[in-house]
């Protein structure tokens, strides 16, 4: 069925008679979403403007999902067009539908299209609203703008109609305008999820209200004006609307407030200009450098002339005390004599209202942490490692406190070391005590890994003589506490893996989920995770090919992943399988706990779960490739020389060692399941992997190690021998009792 307006039809004649003559119609692409067979476009006909938009089937696994959310999904145009005439017959400015039509019965593989006339001359209200800050327009116009919206949302939602995307943005301003009220054309579009009943249930209401008060948020509307759209949107006066409906109010609030936590800094990938409230300037070639989604941005910039370091402050509930707690914590360290950056302007985004300060950059520098891991030979880092216990001392002798001692707060530059985080430090007017300066100190050193812990006994007698204690605290107690924190530091940082935070990037849905290290979170990853069959086009890639699981060499932006596919075998295997965590988490988690320590291992990068309603079905470890060869083959090649074996077996020796002292056994030792690579051995097959709590428990499992990897020589006794002198011949139990 296709309808035609008369001028439309006028235009085309007896051009478009079928489906197909309409979705052969070309003009430029306005918005075509990926994975959504839905295309928006522009053309002309007869000297005017239309837009096209045409749907194509939504697909079964979108019908189920929104089912599966006891909603109706939405099919194609239908929706538009039922919505275009509802809004006619209640007077509401909109599109004018020129065509319409559809083909199919199947819902999921259902042709539509809607043809609305284009709306010349007309500017987003988002648009026209964005400049209010610096430049507020005449009272008059914004009041009744305010008006119109109000009472435009008030018809739709006593009406039984709620737009699901009810923002700024979708508001079009005829341009121009002089301030009049007859002279006020304010159109709404983008109407394909709009929503028709016979009343207009209130968790709908939120929805619509909230998201048009959260793209106002930052227009700067007073609260009067926020009470006037109150009074204009409701049957009621004021005073009886707060003894009815405050607790609806609420509820708008809290779900915009919700919507602003994830707002990113406006324009500062696109655009990294940001302009300063109360004359503060404006801030010009931003380069974000660490974000804490919804909480904290961190950029370089310039700022009048200079180059800078800024800090942006966006969590909406408790930025303010943020901010100056940063404030506080730098004041704190410049009095008391403490290296840190000075403060060269606090103050806010104009077009955010979020807090920020702009902070001196120190040049030529480099955080601690990538000169420890970059930089700096054996006998640099313990001199700089001296220079940092001395820092801390510093800081507890002033009565500060650093909570968030990671190494990368703080700044190496030429001979000296700046502290750069103000809101992790905590202020007492009294030096800190014993025993909090050794947990303190302990913190910081639990940053390094186990290996440099060899360090601790000097660390302590430095730390002694840098506050002048009688006596310096025994090497053995402090360590005691150094792997305490470091335990503590994992049990923190284990949540972070599978949720968004400045490391990794997750996205949940209704299908499984999906996490990256955020660095490596491109356009072309996130296809990866979407699809990670799809990278294995060629049999050629294939890595291991077993029942259990499928191993294969995939490849992003020139970087080279080992994708690990965790199968199903049966219906059972599957149920069994969604009742525990998937081999691919635990692989996942191991990954980042061999990692944390030191551990050689492929890098974990993503983990992604598909699921199919309650149950798990597939899922994929993926780590980075690393060439090289496996110990079985490298140690039985006649062309490697004795004297390399012995070394590359002590190396073995030292990793295995390392396992022991944290009580990890691996579970399948097999000589398979170490690589050779760069003349080191690295850790593979992690998903039987396992951290133990009882020393007992793990002297048995650690056990059934060793012999297994044992069995690996029994055909070639010389190097049995050679491994048995490296490792010894019993196992010992784990030296302490960490938590997992």
Same mark, same amino acid.
């Given at each position: 069925?296709?309808?035609?307006?008369?001028?439309?039809?006028?235009?085309?004649?007896?051009?478009?008679?079928?489906?197909?003559?309409?979705?052969?119609?070309?003009?430029?692409?306005?918005?075509?979403?990926?994975?959504?067979?839905?295309?928006?476009?522009?053309?002309?006909?007869?000297?005017?403007?239309?837009?096209?938009?045409?749907?194509?089937?939504?697909?079964?696994?979108?019908?189920?999902?929104?089912? !599966?959310?006891?909603?109706?999904?939405?099919?194609?145009?239908?929706?538009?067009?039922?919505?275009?005439?509802?809004?006619?017959?209640?007077?509401?400015?909109?599109?004018?539908?020129?065509?319409?039509?559809?083909?199919?019965?199947?819902?999921?593989?259902?042709?539509?299209?809607?043809?609305?006339?284009?709306?010349?001359?007309?500017?987003?209200?988002?648009?026209?609203?964005?400049?209010?800050?610096?430049?507020?327009?005449?009272?008059?116009?914004?009041?009744?703008?305010?008006?119109?919206?109000?009472?435009?949302?008030?018809?739709?939602?006593?009406?039984?109609?709620?737009?699901?995307?009810?923002?700024?943005?979708?508001?079009?301003?005829?341009?121009?305008?002089?301030?009049?009220?007859?002279?006020?054309?304010?159109?709404?579009?983008?109407?394909?999820?709009?929503? &028709?009943?016979?009343?207009?249930?209130?968790?709908?209401?939120?929805?619509?209200?909230?998201?048009?008060?959260?793209?106002?948020?930052?227009?700067?509307?007073?609260?009067?004006?926020?009470?006037?759209?109150?009074?204009?949107?409701?049957?009621?006066?004021?005073?009886?609307?707060?003894?009815?409906?405050?607790?609806?109010?609420?509820?708008?609030?809290?779900?915009?407030? &919700?919507?602003?936590?994830?707002?990113?800094?406006?324009?500062?990938?696109?655009?990294?200009?940001?302009?300063?409230? &109360?004359?503060?300037?404006?801030?010009?070639?931003?380069?974000?450098?660490?974000?804490?989604?919804?909480?904290?941005?961190?950029?370089?910039?310039?700022?009048?002339?200079?180059?800078?370091?800024?800090?942006?402050?966006?969590?909406?509930?408790?930025?303010?005390?943020?901010?100056?707690?940063?404030?506080?914590?730098?004041?704190?360290?410049?009095?008391?004599?403490?290296?840190?950056?000075?403060?060269?302007?606090?103050?806010?985004? !104009?077009? $955010?209202?979020?807090?920020?300060?702009?902070?001196?950059?120190?040049?030529?520098?480099?955080?601690?942490?990538?000169?420890?891991?970059?930089?700096?030979?054996?006998?640099?880092?313990?001199?700089?490692?001296?220079?940092?216990?001395?820092?801390?001392?510093?800081?507890?002798?002033?009565?500060?406190?650093?909570?968030?001692?990671?190494?990368?707060?703080?700044?190496?530059? $030429?001979?000296?070391?700046?502290?750069?985080?103000?809101?992790?430090?905590?202020?007492?007017?009294?030096?800190?005590?014993?025993?909090?300066?050794?947990?303190?100190?302990?913190?910081?050193?639990?940053?390094?890994?186990?290996?440099?812990?060899?360090?601790?006994?000097?660390?302590?007698?430095?730390?002694?003589?840098?506050?002048?204690?009688?006596?310096?605290?025994?090497?053995?107690?402090?360590?005691?506490?150094?792997?305490?924190?470091?335990?503590?530091?994992?049990?923190?940082?284990?949540?972070?893996?599978?949720?968004?935070?400045?490391?990794?990037?997750?996205?949940?849905?209704?299908?499984?989920?999906?996490?990256?290290?955020?660095?490596?979170?491109?356009?072309?990853?996130?296809?990866?995770?979407?699809?990670?069959?799809?990278?294995?086009?060629?049999?050629?890639?294939?890595?291991?090919?077993?029942?259990?699981?499928?191993?294969?060499?995939?490849?992003?932006?020139?970087?080279?992943?080992?994708?690990?596919?965790?199968?199903?075998?049966?219906?059972?295997?599957?149920?069994?399988?969604?009742?525990?965590?998937?081999?691919?988490?635990?692989?996942?988690?191991?990954?980042?706990?061999?990692?944390?320590?030191?551990?050689?291992?492929?890098?974990?990068?993503?983990?992604?779960?598909?699921?199919?309603?309650?149950?798990?079905?597939?899922?994929?470890?993926?780590?980075?490739?690393?060439?090289?060869?496996?110990?079985?083959?490298?140690?039985?090649?006649?062309?490697?020389?004795?004297?390399?074996?012995?070394?590359?077996?002590?190396?073995?020796?030292?990793?295995?060692?390392?396992?022991?002292?944290?009580?990890?056994?691996?579970?399948?030792?097999?000589?398979?399941?170490?690589?050779?690579?760069?003349?080191?051995?690295?850790?593979?097959?992690?998903?039987?992997?396992?951290?133990?709590?009882?020393?007992?428990?793990?002297?048995?499992?650690?056990?059934?190690?060793?012999?297994?990897?044992?069995?690996?020589?029994?055909?070639?006794?010389?190097?049995?021998?050679?491994?048995?002198?490296?490792?010894?011949?019993?196992?010992?139990?784990?030296?302490?009792?960490?938590?997992?």
């Amino acid at each position: 069925m296709i309808w035609l307006a008369p001028e439309f039809r006028a235009a085309f004649g007896e051009s478009l008679r079928s489906m197909a003559d309409v979705f052969a119609i070309s003009g430029r692409v306005y918005r075509a979403p990926p994975g959504v067979n839905r295309r928006t476009l522009r053309f002309e006909r007869a000297g005017h403007g239309y837009f096209l938009k045409l749907h194509w089937g939504v697909g079964w696994r979108e019908i189920v999902k929104n089912l !599966a959310a006891f909603r109706l999904p939405v099919l194609g145009a239908r929706s538009e067009w039922r919505a275009l005439r509802r809004l006619q017959q209640l007077h509401v400015e909109t599109m004018r539908l020129a065509a319409y039509g559809w083909l199919g019965f199947n819902p999921a593989r259902l042709r539509s299209f809607i043809v609305t006339r284009e709306l010349a001359d007309c500017i987003s209200l988002e648009d026209y609203c964005a400049d209010w800050l610096r430049k507020p327009p005449p009272p008059s116009h914004k009041r009744r703008l305010i008006r119109r919206l109000a009472h435009i949302t008030r018809t739709l939602h006593e009406n039984g109609v709620n737009h699901r995307d009810y923002y700024l943005c979708h508001f079009l301003l005829q341009q121009p305008w002089d301030g009049s009220e007859a002279g006020l054309h304010l159109f709404l579009i983008d109407l394909h999820r709009v929503q &028709q009943r016979a009343r207009t249930p209130q968790r709908w209401r939120v929805k619509d209200l909230a998201a048009l008060y959260f793209s106002a948020l930052h227009c700067g509307l007073s609260r009067r004006d926020l009470l006037r759209f109150v009074r204009d949107y409701s049957p009621t006066g004021l005073q009886q609307l707060r003894a009815r409906e405050a607790q609806f109010w609420r509820a708008v609030e809290a779900k915009a407030q &919700q919507l602003d936590r994830s707002r990113p800094i406006p324009r500062l990938e696109q655009a990294p200009v940001l302009e300063l409230a &109360q004359g503060g300037g404006t801030l010009e070639q931003l380069k974000a450098v660490r974000t804490l989604p919804g909480k904290r941005t961190a950029a370089l910039a310039r700022w009048r002339g200079q180059p800078v370091f800024v800090k942006i402050f966006q969590d909406p509930r408790r930025r303010r005390r943020h901010w100056q707690r940063e404030i506080d914590g730098l004041q704190a360290m410049h009095e008391a004599g403490v290296l840190c950056p000075r403060i060269l302007h606090a103050g806010a985004v !104009a077009s $955010g209202n979020w807090p920020l300060l702009i902070l001196e950059r120190i040049e030529p520098a480099k955080s601690f942490l990538f000169a420890w891991q970059q930089s700096w030979n054996k006998r640099d880092r313990l001199f700089w490692l001296e220079c940092l216990v001395d820092l801390v001392a510093q800081h507890h002798a002033a009565g500060l406190c650093q909570t968030d001692p990671h190494l990368e707060n703080f700044l190496v530059a $030429g001979d000296r070391l700046y502290t750069l985080d103000g809101a992790g430090v905590h202020r007492q007017e009294q030096p800190i005590d014993v025993a909090g300066s050794l947990d303190n100190l302990a913190l910081v050193l639990a940053q390094l890994l186990p290996e440099h812990d060899r360090w601790v006994g000097a660390m302590a007698e430095r730390y002694a003589r840098s506050r002048a204690w009688a006596q310096a605290p025994r090497g053995q107690e402090l360590l005691v506490r150094v792997r305490s924190a470091r335990a503590q530091r994992w049990r923190e940082y284990r949540p972070k893996l599978l949720r968004e935070c400045s490391e990794f990037a997750a996205l949940h849905h209704p299908y499984g989920f999906q996490v990256v290290r955020r660095s490596l979170a491109s356009g072309a990853m996130w296809r990866l995770l979407a699809a990670p069959d799809a990278s294995f086009d060629d049999p050629q890639r294939a890595l291991k090919l077993g029942n259990t699981c499928t191993l294969w060499r995939a490849e992003v932006e020139g970087r080279e992943l080992a994708v690990k596919r965790y199968n199903v075998k049966s219906f059972w295997h599957g149920v069994k399988l969604s009742l525990r965590p998937s081999r691919a988490d635990i692989s996942w988690n191991n990954g980042n706990l061999l990692r944390f320590h030191g551990i050689p291992t492929p890098l974990p990068i993503a983990l992604v779960k598909q699921r199919r309603g309650p149950w798990r079905t597939l899922s994929y470890y993926i780590s980075q490739y690393l060439p090289g060869e496996d110990a079985l083959r490298w140690f039985s090649s006649p062309v490697v020389p004795w004297e390399e074996k012995q070394r590359m077996a002590q190396s073995i020796a030292d990793l295995l060692s390392q396992l022991q002292a944290l009580g990890i056994a691996h579970g399948d030792l097999k000589a398979s399941n170490i690589l050779i690579t760069g003349n080191r051995p690295v850790l593979l097959d992690l998903d039987a992997l396992r951290r133990y709590r009882s020393r007992r428990r793990f002297a048995r499992a650690w056990e059934r190690d060793r012999q297994r990897f044992r069995r690996n020589w029994s055909g070639e006794p010389e190097l049995q021998r050679l491994f048995d002198s490296v490792l010894g011949g019993s196992a010992a139990p784990a030296n302490r009792r960490d938590g997992e």
